[in-house]
């Protein structure tokens, strides 16, 4: 084998040679949904100091895998763990109002409890939540392994950098893709293959608001695309399926695509945008 590719291989070994894998990462998180959700527990709890025990030995696990990245504070990782955990009443309460905003905005859920078994949407957000919290404690690295393991699980591809408010639905899910600098409001809910997205993958936008924002009560139907660090969907408005957005909306607006058939001859539909104002 050429030396000088075995040479490059071994550097690259050596530069994280002790790095927690995303398994080991993927595995930590699956830990922590189970003491937040019993759904997700390996075992069970019969009082609340079993499972401060529980969390306390997961935050020393936490910084153990914090301390073998390259990419934190090594002088600090105890007090980040210390600080991601004290944040999890905070992420708890936001997952219990998506839990609500879901099951009481799918006519097919049967119980909250169904909802956390069984539902993607509900899923992907609770992934993201953690990964969100992880992030603004500038934790690197793990956030985004933990959002792409709920990526290849769900379908569903939401950036821990996202901001996302509660109440936060998404229904179906699959093909859901929300950038790194979307803003979403309170009481937002969602459909499969919906884009969030930005309109120049240019790295030199990198620190600049790419993605739209979406204001609270607003509902977007399957496949709409809404491109854009400028575009704002006003809230209370409703876009609907299939519908390419790179332009801001006002509140209280719904938008939709219509086809127009003249003479039942395909050739001659002719698809055109409906923007109307909601009382």
Not at 23 to 44: H, N
Not at 199 to 210: E, G, I
Request: one cysteine or more; charged letters at 20%.
């Amino acid at each position: 084998m050429n030396k000088k590719f075995l040479d490059q291989l071994l550097e690259a070994h050596r530069l994280c040679s002790d790095c927690p894998t995303p398994m080991e990462i993927v595995s930590f998180f699956k830990e922590l949904s189970g003491a937040l959700y019993m759904d997700y527990a390996k075992q069970s709890f019969y009082s609340t100091d079993q499972i401060d025990a529980y969390l306390n030995n997961l935050e020393k696990k936490f910084a153990g895998l914090l301390i073998r990245n390259p990419d934190n504070d090594f002088t600090k990782v105890n007090q980040i763990a210390a600080d991601f955990f004290k944040k999890l009443p905070e992420v708890y309460d936001l997952l219990e109002k998506d839990i609500t905003a879901i099951f009481e905005g799918d006519p097919a859920a049967k119980s909250r409890r169904e909802v956390i078994r069984s539902y993607p949407g509900f899923y992907a957000t609770f992934v993201y939540r953690i990964s969100n919290a992880m992030l603004l404690l500038n934790i690197n690295d793990i956030p985004r392994i933990l959002t792409e393991y709920a990526h290849s699980k769900t379908g569903i591809d939401i950036h821990p950098g996202a901001t996302i408010g509660p109440y936060f639905c998404i229904d179906h899910g699959t093909g859901v893709v929300i950038g790194e600098t979307s803003n979403i409001g309170e009481h937002v809910k969602i459909y499969q293959g919906v884009t969030l997205g930005a309109l120049s993958v240019d790295k030199s936008d990198a620190n600049t608001k790419r993605h739209p924002t979406i204001e609270d009560n607003v509902v977007i139907y399957a496949n709409a695309a809404i491109l854009g660090g400028k575009t704002v969907i006003g809230k209370n408005s409703i876009i609907g399926g299939n519908v390419w957005l790179t332009r801001s909306v006002p509140a209280n607006t719904k938008l939709y695509y219509r086809a127009n058939l003249q003479n039942n001859n395909d050739d001659s539909i002719d698809t055109f945008i409906i923007k109307e104002t909601l009382s």
